[in-house]
């Protein structure tokens, strides 16, 4: 190999990743708003929802959440609008105080909408339900 392609700042590697993550998506620098939609999920049980995001104490930077159903729509109470605001990594995604679990067992599609550039999506979790009521046992 040549010195140029040892070093290269496009190398291949290898990294591990946790299950539901990603390295990050965030916005191109001529872009004001994006969005993320999953394929779809079937949910056996119910989950919380948190999302693994940084940026979001920058000025103009905010983020929401909507659960579509299988017909592709919104589901009525679950929309972008009426996401309650996240103001921090890791919390409970909710909908006006519900969260994902309220939906129970279903298949669904999320959607993630940010705006501002600072904002990086490493990802998005779902945690079962009973394993959030033992750990606030605890």
Not at 43 to 56: C, N, S
Not at 85 to 99: D, K, L, P, S, Y
């Amino acid at each position: 190999t040549s010195f140029w392609g040892m070093n290269a700042p496009n190398q291949m590697g290898l990294a591990e990743l946790e299950a539901g993550h990603w390295t990050y998506y965030r916005l191109h620098h001529e872009s004001d708003e994006g969005e993320l939609k999953t394929g779809d999920l079937d949910l056996q049980k119910p989950h919380a929802l948190r999302l693994d995001v940084e940026g979001l104490a920058r000025h103009g930077s905010e983020i929401s959440c909507c659960v579509f159903g299988e017909n592709g729509k919104a589901i009525s109470g679950y929309e972008y609008s009426v996401c309650d605001a996240i103001n921090q990594t890791n919390v409970a995604i909710t909908w006006n105080g519900r969260g994902l679990e309220s939906l129970g067992s279903r298949k669904v599609q999320l959607g993630v909408l940010w705006r501002g550039h600072g904002l990086k999506l490493f990802g998005l979790t779902f945690e079962p339900i009973d394993s959030i009521l033992i750990a606030n046992r605890i």
